[in-house]
């Protein structure tokens, strides 16, 4: 918020053509590797734009069943690109090169959409964390079937703080990826980031026409700004991959709970009797991610970079507390 004030002062050329986009620009670029980056609004409108640059029209995304892309985005890219998803299932969320074959078979057959994009998110939907040999081992695999890879970074900060690795690191195993701000203490904003420069020649147009393109540019890009410097990004993530962890240790301890999956990032996943959901409900915002038919659910707890260890204490005593 005090870089969005202090970009407030004076003028500044609209749509991107000012010294603090050009800053954020460069400075997202340098951390990443990336050939060109683009600020847009949200995580949704950066996967469309993202996956816009690397689809023809006939062609299919091939992601995880429980992917955000899937399951969180009103259809935004089927109904905005007119894309055809792939969703295969996917254990702990993520996809390995063997579930990425299953929707290959049609590969050039004129009556199947062609699947051509393979999308990754780091974190997955469930909030576990790719290792980058895993990454590694997908990227290699699309590179032999002639399959290129969009990853949605909507939570990137955490697992790079996970991974103790760096965005560039992460960046190297894809085509285009975004760099997620909003989840990660910003107002609002996010980066898509074009690793080659020929991925990059229709991005500016395919960004204006997706109502992405800002004229007040500068206040994205302050947040960017305020992101990278001294690696505001990471400490962020840091903290509240360490709340989580807290969180997680603190929970797995109730008897009752256990961790649905690995907490490694800034989300815990705890099974638990639906009762105790519910009475839990009466005094926590969080979702119910999943119910099954035993009486026992999924819930989807979250903390971020500014959830304290007496915020994470609390929420564990009181699940201890109910029934
Ligand atoms: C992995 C992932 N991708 C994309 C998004 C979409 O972001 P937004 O809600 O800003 O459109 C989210 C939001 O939760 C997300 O978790």
């Given at each position: 918020?005090?870089?969005?004030a202090?970009?407030?002062?004076?003028?500044?050329?609209?749509?991107?053509?000012?010294?603090?986009?050009?800053?954020?620009?460069?400075?997202?670029?340098?951390?990443?590797?990336?050939?060109?980056?683009?600020?847009?609004?949200?995580?949704?409108?950066a996967?469309?734009?993202?996956?816009?640059?690397?689809?023809?029209?006939?062609?299919?995304?091939?992601?995880?069943?429980?992917?955000?892309?899937?399951?969180?985005?009103?259809?935004?890219?089927?109904r905005?690109?007119?894309?055809?998803?792939?969703?295969?299932?996917?254990?702990?969320?993520?996809?390995?090169?063997?579930?990425?074959?299953?929707?290959?078979?049609?590969?050039?057959?004129?009556?199947?959409?062609?699947?051509?994009?393979?999308?990754?998110a780091?974190?997955?939907?469930?909030?576990?964390?790719?290792?980058?040999?895993?990454l590694?081992?997908?990227?290699?695999?699309?590179?032999?079937?002639?399959?290129?890879?969009?990853?949605?970074?909507?939570?990137?900060?955490?697992?790079?703080?996970?991974?103790?690795?760096?965005?560039?690191?992460?960046?190297?195993c894809?085509?285009?990826?975004?760099?997620?701000?909003?989840?990660?203490?910003?107002?609002?904003?996010?980066?898509?980031?074009?690793?080659?420069?020929?991925?990059?020649?229709?991005?500016?147009?395919?960004?204006?026409?997706?109502?992405?393109?800002?004229?007040?540019?500068?206040?994205?890009?302050?947040?960017?700004?305020?992101?990278?410097?001294?690696?505001?990004?990471?400490?962020?993530?840091?903290?509240?991959?360490?709340?989580?962890?807290?969180?997680?240790?603190?929970?797995?301890?109730?008897p009752?709970?256990?961790?649905?999956?690995?907490?490694?990032?800034?989300?815990?996943?705890?099974?638990?009797?639906?009762?105790?959901?519910?009475?839990?409900?009466?005094?926590?915002?969080?979702?119910?991610?999943?119910?099954?038919?035993?009486?026992?659910?999924?819930?989807?707890?979250?903390?971020?970079?500014?959830?304290?260890?007496?915020?994470?204490?609390?929420?564990?005593?009181?699940v201890?507390?109910?029934?």
């Open positions: 918020m005090a870089a969005v202090a970009a407030n002062v004076g003028d500044a050329v609209a749509y991107g053509a000012d010294e603090l986009t050009r800053r954020a620009l460069d400075g997202i670029r340098a951390a990443s590797g990336a050939a060109a980056a683009l600020l847009v609004f949200n995580g949704t409108a996967n469309v734009l993202g996956i816009s640059l690397l689809l023809r029209p006939y062609e299919g995304v091939v992601c995880a069943d429980s992917s955000h892309l899937n399951t969180d985005e009103c259809g935004a890219a089927e905005v690109l007119g894309c055809k998803l792939l969703p295969v299932p996917a254990a702990d969320g993520k996809l390995t090169p063997e579930a990425v074959a299953t929707r290959l078979a049609g590969r050039g057959d004129e009556h199947h959409v062609q699947a051509r994009v393979v999308q990754l780091q974190l997955t939907e469930v909030g576990t964390c790719y290792s980058l040999a895993e590694k081992a997908i990227r290699e695999y699309c590179r032999e079937h002639d399959l290129l890879v969009y990853l949605d970074g909507a939570r990137i900060a955490n697992a790079a703080a996970h991974l103790g690795c760096t965005l560039a690191d992460l960046a190297a894809a085509d285009i990826l975004s760099f997620g701000g909003t989840k990660n203490g910003a107002l609002g904003v996010e980066a898509v980031l074009v690793m080659t420069e020929d991925l990059a020649a229709p991005a500016a147009y395919l960004r204006k026409q997706q109502m992405q393109l800002s004229s007040k540019m500068r206040f994205l890009a302050a947040q960017m700004d305020a992101l990278l410097t001294d690696d505001l990004w990471l400490r962020n993530a840091r903290h509240a991959n360490a709340m989580a962890a807290r969180l997680a240790t603190g929970v797995a301890g109730v009752g709970v256990r961790l649905a999956y690995p907490a490694d990032g800034n989300g815990v996943f705890a099974e638990l009797s639906a009762d105790r959901a519910r009475a839990l409900q009466a005094d926590w915002t969080f979702h119910v991610w999943s119910a099954g038919g035993d009486g026992r659910c999924v819930v989807r707890w979250m903390t971020a970079f500014d959830t304290t260890a007496a915020d994470v204490d609390a929420l564990v005593a009181a201890a507390a109910a029934s």
